[in-house]
């Protein structure tokens, strides 16, 4: 049953995600390119803002988005081309989602609420990828981490479907 469960929280959105991303494209893409100003007073400083901080919240939550809709991507995947949803697939989704995460987090700011939220969202995941059944996954400690992930992107500004 809990499979069952699973298989469908998992599935429905990454159905619906594949549907909505076969719109259209960017049409706003400009044809002409900027040419490289000489005015002195625009010089950049020798350390640029980007790289005394990590990404924004809202770059890592559309990020932690892609990867979790590509983990989802695969599991649909697999199942179109007929093959049945083992407890091995989901642990490599939840392998996944840890490894990645965590990799992401990594690239935020220590004091940001999402890179918080991220952190302890891997750490869930990696739970879940290493037991035996799938019953890690349905435990109120990954399901509060997987809200408050999804709350700390709300407040960024982005939806995720984690």
């Excluded at 929280?9 to 000489?38: F, K, Q, R």
């Excluded at 990828?129 to 709300?154: G, H, R, V, W, Y």
């Amino acid at each position: 049953m809990l499979k069952t469960n699973l298989f469908r929280a998992l599935l429905i959105p990454a159905a619906i995600l594949a549907l909505t991303a076969c719109g259209g494209e960017d049409d706003s893409t400009s044809t002409t390119s900027a040419s490289p100003t000489t005015d002195p007073t625009t010089a950049s400083s020798s350390v640029p803002p980007a790289a005394a901080t990590g990404k924004s919240d809202k770059e890592l939550c559309e990020t932690a988005n892609k990867i979790s809709m590509n983990l989802r991507q695969s599991l649909l995947d697999a199942v179109s081309a007929g093959q049945e949803p083992t407890t091995e697939m989901f642990q490599e989704i939840f392998t996944g989602l840890a490894t990645e995460f965590a990799t992401l987090a990594a690239s935020g700011n220590a004091d940001s609420e999402v890179t918080a939220a991220l952190t302890t969202y891997s750490a869930e995941a990696g739970k879940a990828a290493s037991a035996a059944d799938l019953e890690a996954a349905d435990n109120p400690t990954f399901e509060k981490a997987t809200d408050a992930a999804i709350e700390a992107c709300q407040k960024a500004g982005v939806e995720v479907d984690l």
